[in-house]
């Protein structure tokens, strides 16, 4: 009998250990069975700390700390075999070295229905992960954990290959190098809400999803300050919702949301947005990113160029409600960067944009593919824009400290009559991006910002007219006009004052067969004309030059001038450089027989002239006068059509002189111009010089020899 009741009572206590499998962990090492195992002291492992081998595991570290990974890849907790039911709560772990790469704190393959929480994570070897959870880890929930990683190209949580996933009130923080806060590839239907995440490494992405689906960001905190850095990043991932997020982005270059190649259909709602940074964008959609929805967010930039909305080869977005400040930069940007050439595809263009998006509080106009319809009589609207249309009347605008006017694949259309003031320093005043034959005239345009422009015409060609507008531009860099890879437009009569360091009154960039015809320039701190990459078939034509500064930015360009259209209409005065200059010239007098102008370059430069409609079949002296000393440098013969061509080596104050040959205005041989009866010595040299050219017969030299000889 009583070896029956020590048999029962053997038996319930292996039962009951059965029921409360467990422990206390001393040391690392592998957990294979369920239970309840608490660490009662810190731990460290050369490489992996703990492996799990069981289901139905809860893993309490009561606080103290694992030191993994001291001096070979490993992890705190190894979960690769996928066994499910796990908890990992309140664990201090520390990747041991820096040096050791791939090294993930909390690594699980196949993990589902598991909980990992209020565990405290450092990481900071390079592509080390907080948490990794990969391969149809479903139904997890990650919560309130506080996660640093330091290393490059490492992140706070990584999901991969996973679903219904809770990933919520953690605390994530990266520094280095294209790390990521939250990095999620290839997942569906999972849920990211009131997490902190914050990142400080260049191109480091706060929250990232790749190919992936259906999931939720809602109210997460996310500041980063890296150059490059984004808040939220969605590439190849659609039907997503990101809503009531607080974004901050500081760096270079940053952007609060991007979608980008082909992330179509997502949500993006009630997100406050603040970008501080120059090239920073508020919400970027790029590379067909096409079929999303923007509604009632709010955003902030206040960097150089930075867009509140800029949308790039995507269609189809619905964007309603946004409130936008944009101080210094177009709210809404539909266009590739600056100097990309502009699209021509029609639908990139298609968007519904209402006027219940603001600009600085007041209302943004859109409008896409109308035909025959005038706008008109707006006062202080926050930006308009025009695209892929035809026979637009725009007349009497009036926007104050705002964006200005863009027409995209406009034409047959015109400006007029407006008043425009921009201060951001990228704002235009006129923006016109793939149109042709407009009328832009009788404007009012000012521009406050850095690289302002007046009028912009980039990548239009096909007759454009910019008439009779009054342009003021004070910004370093800014135009009052610039045509970039843009030809055959006309420039009549257009007044303009650039009062900036490095400002241009008249850009042309990749231009050809423009015609500048009247008006004036003046720039007392800046370059009237700009002439870069240009070619030689731009003309500009008595266009008030008494003293301009001509920016050649190339050896190739050539700055095509005629002065009086009534007198010597054929008479131009063509101009190259050998390397890039600044040629400070002033003309004094323009006839056929007597060309003069002052010419200073910033440097020592080869210059060539080419003259056209000087009389034909005639000598000329070229003179050149340096430091008031006048010497001639050669006479040569124009051709039957009065074309000359020549070359001089300049620097410092020049006056050149084109003057033709006539010695035998005085009575008195030898003498010239003024005639005074006499012949000195300096004209008897010039005669000689004459004569060695065949100019002057033997007989007339002897005649003015002696007639120099006389007292």
Same mark, same amino acid.
């Given at each position: 009998?009583?070896?029956?009741?020590?048999?029962?009572?053997?038996?319930?206590?292996?039962?009951?250990?059965?029921?409360?499998?467990?422990?206390?962990?001393?040391?690392?090492?592998?957990?294979?069975?369920?239970?309840?195992?608490?660490?009662?002291?810190?731990?460290?492992?050369?490489?992996?700390?703990?492996?799990?081998?069981?289901?139905?595991?809860?893993?309490?570290?009561?606080?103290?700390?694992?030191?993994?990974?001291?001096?070979?890849?490993?992890?705190?907790?190894?979960?690769?075999?996928?066994?499910?039911?796990?908890?990992?709560?309140?664990?201090?772990?520390?990747?041991?070295?820096?040096?050791?790469?791939?090294?993930?704190?909390?690594?699980?393959?196949?993990?589902?229905?598991?909980?990992?929480?209020?565990?405290?994570?450092?990481?900071?070897?390079?592509?080390?992960?907080?948490?990794?959870?990969?391969?149809?880890?479903?139904?997890?929930?990650?919560?309130?954990?506080?996660?640093?990683?330091?290393?490059?190209?490492?992140?706070?949580?990584?999901?991969?290959?996973?679903?219904?996933?809770?990933?919520?009130?953690?605390?994530?923080?990266?520094?280095?190098?294209?790390?990521?806060?939250?990095?999620?590839?290839?997942?569906?239907?999972?849920?990211?809400?009131?997490?902190?995440?914050?990142?400080?490494?260049?191109?480091?992405?706060?929250?990232? @999803?790749? /190919?992936?689906? #259906?999931?939720? %960001?809602? !109210? *997460?905190?996310?500041? +980063? &300050?890296?150059?490059? =850095?984004?808040? $939220?990043? @969605?590439? /190849?991932?659609? #039907?997503?919702? %990101?809503? !009531? *997020?607080?974004?901050? +982005? &500081?760096?270079?270059? =940053?952007?609060? $949301?991007? @979608?980008?190649?082909?992330?179509?259909?997502?949500?993006?709602? *009630?997100?406050?947005? +603040?970008?501080?940074?120059?090239?920073?964008?508020?919400?970027?959609?790029?590379?067909?990113?096409?079929?999303?929805?923007?509604?009632?967010?709010?955003?902030?930039?206040?960097?150089?160029?930075?867009?509140?909305?800029?949308?790039?080869?995507?269609?189809?977005?619905?964007?309603?409600?946004?409130?936008?400040?944009?101080?210094?930069?177009?709210?809404?940007?539909?266009?590739?960067?600056?100097?990309?050439?502009?699209?021509?595809?029609?639908?990139?263009?298609?968007?519904?944009?209402?006027?219940?998006?603001?600009?600085?509080?007041?209302?943004?106009?859109?409008?896409?593919?109308?035909?025959?319809?005038?706008?008109?009589?707006?006062?202080?609207?926050?930006?308009?824009?025009?695209?892929?249309?035809?026979?637009?009347?725009?007349?009497?605008?009036?926007?104050?400290?705002?964006?200005?006017?863009?027409?995209?694949?406009?034409?047959?259309?015109?400006?007029?009559?407006?008043?425009?003031?921009?201060?951001?320093?990228?704002?235009?005043?006129?923006?016109?991006?793939?149109?042709?034959?407009?009328?832009?005239?009788?404007?009012?345009?000012?521009?406050?910002?850095?690289?302002?422009?007046?009028?912009?015409?980039?990548?239009?060609?096909?007759?454009?007219?910019?008439?009779?507008?009054?342009?003021?531009?004070?910004?370093?860099?800014?135009?009052?006009?610039?045509?970039?890879?843009?030809?055959?437009?006309?420039?009549?009569?257009?007044?303009?004052?650039?009062?900036?360091?490095?400002?241009?009154?008249?850009?042309?960039?990749?231009?050809?067969?423009?015609?500048?015809?009247?008006?004036?320039?003046?720039?007392?701190?800046?370059?009237?004309?700009?002439?870069?990459?240009?070619?030689?078939?731009?003309?500009?034509?008595?266009?008030?030059?008494?003293?301009?500064?001509?920016?050649?930015?190339?050896?190739?360009?050539?700055?095509?001038?005629?002065?009086?259209?009534?007198?010597?209409?054929?008479?131009?005065?063509?101009?190259?450089?050998?390397?890039?200059?600044?040629?400070?010239?002033?003309?004094?007098?323009?006839?056929?027989?007597?060309?003069?102008?002052?010419?200073?370059?910033?440097?020592?430069?080869?210059?060539?002239?080419?003259?056209?409609?000087?009389?034909?079949?005639?000598?000329?002296?070229?003179?050149?006068?340096?430091?008031?000393?006048?010497?001639?440098?050669?006479?040569?013969?124009?051709?039957?059509?009065?074309?000359?061509?020549?070359?001089?080596?300049?620097?410092?104050?020049?006056?050149?002189?084109?003057?033709?040959?006539?010695?035998?205005?005085?009575?008195?041989?030898?003498?010239?111009?003024?005639?005074?009866?006499?012949?000195?010595?300096?004209?008897?040299?010039?005669?000689?010089?004459?004569?060695?050219?065949?100019?002057?017969?033997?007989?007339?030299?002897?005649?003015?020899?002696?007639?120099?000889?006389?007292?």
């Amino acid at each position: 009998m009583q070896k029956k009741y020590l048999i029962l009572g053997l038996f319930l206590i292996f039962a009951a250990q059965e029921v409360m499998a467990g422990g206390i962990l001393t040391n690392c090492g592998n957990i294979s069975s369920g239970g309840t195992w608490i660490l009662a002291n810190n731990v460290a492992s050369s490489g992996t700390c703990f492996t799990i081998l069981a289901d139905n595991i809860i893993l309490d570290g009561a606080g103290y700390t694992i030191n993994y990974s001291y001096s070979t890849r490993g992890y705190a907790v190894n979960n690769t075999a996928g066994y499910d039911n796990i908890t990992i709560k309140d664990l201090n772990i520390v990747q041991g070295n820096s040096s050791v790469i791939y090294g993930d704190a909390i690594y699980g393959s196949g993990m589902v229905n598991s909980t990992i929480t209020n565990n405290t994570i450092i990481t900071s070897g390079s592509s080390g992960y907080g948490i990794f959870l990969y391969s149809s880890s479903n139904s997890n929930t990650l919560s309130n954990n506080i996660i640093t990683t330091s290393g490059s190209d490492g992140s706070g949580i990584r999901l991969d290959s996973s679903s219904t996933n809770t990933l919520s009130n953690n605390s994530i923080t990266t520094s280095g190098g294209a790390g990521f806060g939250i990095y999620l590839y290839a997942i569906s239907n999972n849920t990211l809400s009131n997490n902190t995440i914050t990142t400080s490494g260049s191109y480091g992405y706060s929250v990232a @999803l790749y /190919s992936s689906s #259906t999931n939720t %960001l809602s !109210n *997460n905190i996310i500041k +980063t &300050s890296g150059n490059y =850095g984004v808040g $939220i990043r @969605l590439s /190849s991932s659609s #039907t997503n919702t %990101l809503s !009531n *997020n607080i974004i901050t +982005t &500081s760096g270079i270059s =940053g952007e609060g $949301i991007l @979608l980008y190649l082909s992330s179509d259909s997502n949500t993006i709602l *009630n997100n406050t947005i +603040t970008t501080s940074s120059t090239d920073g964008y508020g919400i970027y959609l790029l590379s067909s990113s096409n079929s999303n929805t923007l509604l009632n967010n709010t955003i902030r930039t206040s960097g150089d160029y930075s867009y509140g909305i800029h949308i790039d080869s995507s269609s189809n977005t619905n964007i309603t409600r946004n409130k936008l400040n944009t101080t210094n930069a177009y709210a809404i940007y539909i266009n590739p960067e600056i100097y990309i050439n502009p699209t021509t595809i029609a639908s990139y263009y298609n968007h519904t944009i209402d006027t219940t998006n603001t600009e600085q509080g007041k209302p943004i106009y859109y409008y896409f593919a109308n035909t025959s319809i005038t706008i008109e009589n707006m006062y202080d609207i926050g930006q308009l824009y025009v695209t892929n249309s035809s026979n637009i009347t725009i007349r009497n605008i009036t926007i104050i400290n705002k964006d200005g006017i863009t027409l995209a694949m406009v034409k047959n259309s015109s400006v007029s009559d407006s008043n425009i003031t921009t201060s951001g320093s990228s704002g235009h005043g006129i923006y016109l991006s793939t149109s042709s034959t407009n009328t832009i005239s009788n404007n009012a345009i000012t521009t406050l910002g850095i690289s302002g422009m007046g009028i912009w015409l980039d990548s239009s060609g096909n007759s454009n007219i910019l008439s009779n507008n009054i342009i003021t531009t004070s910004g370093n860099y800014g135009a009052g006009i610039e045509i970039s890879s843009s030809s055959t437009n006309t420039l009549l009569n257009n007044t303009i004052t650039t009062s900036g360091n490095t400002g241009f009154g008249i850009a042309l960039l990749f231009a050809r067969n423009n015609i500048i015809l009247g008006g004036s320039i003046d720039s007392t701190n800046s370059y009237d004309y700009s002439i870069w990459d240009a070619g030689t078939t731009n003309n500009f034509t008595n266009t008030n030059f008494t003293t301009r500064e001509i920016y050649f930015y190339d050896n190739i360009s050539q700055f095509n001038y005629r002065n009086d259209t009534t007198n010597y209409p054929n008479l131009w005065l063509k101009t190259k450089v050998s390397v890039s200059t600044v040629l400070n010239r002033t003309l004094a007098s323009w006839t056929n027989s007597n060309l003069v102008w002052n010419e200073t370059p910033d440097g020592t430069v080869t210059v060539n002239y080419q003259i056209l409609g000087l009389l034909g079949n005639n000598y000329y002296d070229v003179y050149n006068t340096a430091a008031g000393l006048q010497s001639k440098s050669f006479t040569t013969l124009t051709d039957s059509n009065g074309a000359l061509n020549f070359s001089l080596t300049i620097s410092g104050n020049n006056e050149i002189r084109v003057v033709v040959v006539n010695i035998t205005t005085c009575s008195v041989k030898g003498d010239q111009s003024p005639c005074d009866g006499k012949v000195d010595d300096f004209e008897i040299l010039d005669y000689i010089d004459h004569w060695s050219m065949g100019h002057v017969s033997d007989f007339d030299l002897l005649t003015a020899i002696d007639n120099w000889a006389k007292p």
